[in-house]
């Protein structure tokens, strides 16, 4: 079964750099047909997409988001990441990483100073 989890700081101050990883088992992130994506969630908010990469790492981002987002991946760990640049308190959220319909637990991201 696949299982992904994420992690990184769950405090961030505005204008930083956010970095999260998402840990990936059951599954290789090189193989097969698969987008590996980062989905996040603000507070009372609904769910919005943010990013990809393909399993040839080939990389998909928000138009929204796209200027201030970089998602790369290591496959010798089986890990894929999400940076975002120069974060407000508009950041703050529940980021999730997800293969289909395989979701991480999600970790909370607070940008505060």
């Known amino acids: 079964q696949v299982q992904l989890q994420e992690s990184g700081p769950g405090l961030v101050k505005p204008s930083q750099t956010l970095s999260l990883t998402c840990t990936v088992s059951g599954d290789s992130i090189a193989l097969k047909y698969y987008y590996w994506d980062w989905i996040r969630q603000p507070p009372g908010k609904g769910l919005e ?65």
Do not use: H
Not at 58 to 76: A, G, H, Q
Not at 81 to 93: F, I, K, M, N
């Open 49 to 113: 997409w943010m990013g990809a990469i393909y399993a040839s790492g080939v990389t998909y981002y928000s138009p929204s988001l796209k200027s201030r987002t970089f998602i790369s991946r290591d496959t010798s760990k089986n890990q894929f990441t999400l940076q975002l640049s120069s974060v407000t308190p508009e950041d703050t959220a529940r980021y999730y990483c997800v293969r289909r319909e395989y979701w991480g637990q999600g970790t909370q991201v607070t940008v505060s100073s």
